[in-house]
Structures are given as structure tokens and as C-alpha cells.
T-cell receptor
Framework: KNEVEQSPQNLTAQEGEFITINCSYS?????LHWLQQHPGGGIVSLFM???GKKKHGRLIATINIQEKHSSLHITASHPRDSAVYIC?????????FGKGTRLHILP | GAVVSQHPSRVICKSGTSVKIECRSL??????MFWYRQFPKKSLMLMAT?????????EQGVEKDKFLINHASLTLSTLTVTSAHPEDSSFYIC???????????FGPGTRLTVT
């Protein structure tokens, strides 16, 4: 069993829809990252959080430490949001990555 | 916020040659940097931990003579893929601890294609 599970694996939605990507983990962590990987491969760090909620523009990330679960939300989704979203958890000095969620927003 | 850069972003090299990838922390000193590799349709995997001024610590299964890591300064770590083969074609990413080890910053990645 993977220590970091993301769902869904693939998601196609219409422009404007509210998007939720989930990340569950099975180990105690010190922090959780959400990364965005563009079709060309480039990685962008979106959030690092260890509790509560963070917001940046149309992106919102939440984490529930007790439930070992985090969600990434995208409001008013746009085709340029199409990318792979990767959840990564920090365990001491080690990072464990999820397999990613491939998001495709249709115009 | 802190920025980690990688150079080059894309590189194509011929089989048998060596290629060097640089990872730089642009506005902070990074005593510890990490190198990851992304296999197709799989998660990013840690290759090695690079500590400034000392030898890198490699994960099990990663050939240290194949993937040479040098962390000679507090802002630069390099990964050299020696005698590259097509199976080394992959996406390589570095990350670095920030000023406090709580913060970790990711580079944008380097796509290596070996022909």
C-alpha cells in the first residue's frame, strides 16, 4: 500500500467548475506539499502546510492532521489549470510523493 | 519566497556522454539538498541527499558512480549522469531545506533525454 494516496487519478471537468483533489497518507508527517507539474514537466510549488488552510488566488489547500487527509481545491477552474497535481508529505527529512492527479479542464 | 533553480531545464545528450544538472538556491543557503527522479507514470523517487561539504547519501538501488553528486557550496549542488544511457532519460528534480529545516523548496526540474 502506498503511503500517500491521491484521488482521483484523473479528472476532466468543464471550465468554471469547482475542483477538489484529495490526498490521504498513512504516516505521521511534519508538513505536506502540493505541487503542480505542467505538461512540459516543470514543477511549481503551490503550498506547504502543516495545519489548517491556506489560500492563494483561486487555489485553496486544507489539511486535517487527525484524519491524515489534505485537499486541494480550485475555484472557477480554467484550461490553464490543466496539469498534474502532486501531493507530497514530509516525514522527518524524507519526502514521500503521491502518484499525482492529472487534471484536464475543458474550455 | 525562497527560490530553487535548476539548469538546464531540458537537455538532450548522446548515449555514452555525461551530463551535469545544477541545482541552486537563489536567496538562501541550503546545507541540505535532495535529488529526485520521476519515472513515467510513477511517483517522484528520492535518489540521494546532498550535504554541503560532505559525501552524498544515496538511496538503495541508486548507483553512486553513475549519478555523481557534488555539493561544494551552500547554494549549489550538481548531479552528473555519467556515461548516460537511454534508460537514464527521465525528469530530475532537486529540493532544498530553507533557512529552517521546516521549509523545503523544490526546483522546477530538468528533463533529460538520452538518444
Amino acid at each position: 500500500k502506498n503511503e500517500v494516496e491521491q484521488s482521483p487519478q484523473n479528472l476532466t471537468a468543464q471550465e468554471g467548475e469547482f475542483i477538489t483533489i484529495n490526498c490521504s497518507y498513512s504516516v505521521g508527517i511534519s508538513a505536506l506539499h502540493w505541487l503542480q507539474q505542467h505538461p512540459g514537466g516543470g514543477i511549481v510549488s503551490l503550498f506547504m502546510l502543516s495545519s489548517g488552510k491556506k489560500k492563494h488566488g483561486r487555489l485553496i489547500a486544507t489539511i486535517n492532521i487527525q484524519e491524515k487527509h489534505s485537499s486541494l481545491h480550485i475555484t472557477a477552474s480554467h484550461p490553464r489549470d490543466s496539469a498534474v497535481y502532486i501531493c507530497a508529505v514530509r516525514l522527518d527529512d524524507k519526502i514521500i510523493f503521491g502518484k499525482g492527479t492529472r487534471l484536464h479542464i475543458l474550455p | 519566497g525562497a527560490v530553487v533553480s535548476q539548469h538546464p531545464s531540458r537537455v538532450i545528450c548522446k548515449s555514452g556522454t555525461s551530463v551535469k544538472i545544477e541545482c541552486r538556491s537563489l536567496d538562501f543557503q541550503a546545507t541540505t539538498m535532495f535529488w529526485y527522479r520521476q519515472f513515467p507514470k510513477k511517483s517522484l523517487m528520492l535518489m540521494a541527499t546532498s550535504n554541503e561539504g560532505s559525501k552524498a547519501t544515496y538511496e538503495q538501488g541508486v548507483e553512486k558512480d553513475k549519478f555523481l553528486i557534488n555539493h561544494a557550496s551552500l547554494t549549489l549542488s550538481t548531479l552528473t549522469v555519467t556515461s548516460a544511457h537511454p534508460e537514464d532519460s527521465s525528469f530530475y528534480i532537486c529540493s532544498a531545506f530553507g533557512t529552517s529545516r521546516y521549509e523545503q523548496y523544490f526546483g522546477p526540474g530538468t528533463r533529460l533525454t538520452v538518444t
